[in-house]
């Protein structure tokens, strides 16, 4: 089971980027996906999740409704993240899971967004 997130960097505020999470070794379609962010010194957030193929329902943190955009691509096997508006309190270190009722989640390795003027 691998999960690859990609698309962080460095992005002046107000700036956007699109965060990718590849995902393989499962059952794409009956997972949901999230994201989720750590900054230095604070606990792990939610952040967004895509609920499985099944369903596509989106469920959002307030601090990012209505700047951020969770997506799928079943062609894909991917997990998107476009996030709009980025504010200095949205630094951290983004990681996507694969998520199911009553299994282990999978979680990939992180990628870091910095957002500084």
């Known amino acids: 089971v691998q999960l690859q997130a990609s698309g962080g960097g460095l992005v002046q505020p107000g700036g956007s980027l699109r965060l990718s999470c590849v995902t393989s070794?499962?059952?794409?379609?009956?997972?949901?996906i999230g994201w989720f962010r750590q900054a230095p010194g604070k606990e792990r957030e939610g952040v967004a999740c895509l609920s499985s193929r099944m369903d596509d329902n989106t469920y959002y943190t307030d601090s990012v409704k209505g700047r951020f955009t969770i997506s799928g691509d079943n062609a894909r096997n991917t997990v998107y993240l476009q996030m709009s508006s980025l504010k200095l309190e949205d630094t951290a270190v983004y990681y996507c899971v694969a998520i199911k009722l009553l299994q282990d989640p999978y979680w990939g390795q992180g990628t870091l967004v910095t957002v500084s003027s």
């Open positions: 070794g499962f059952n794409f379609e009956y997972y949901a």
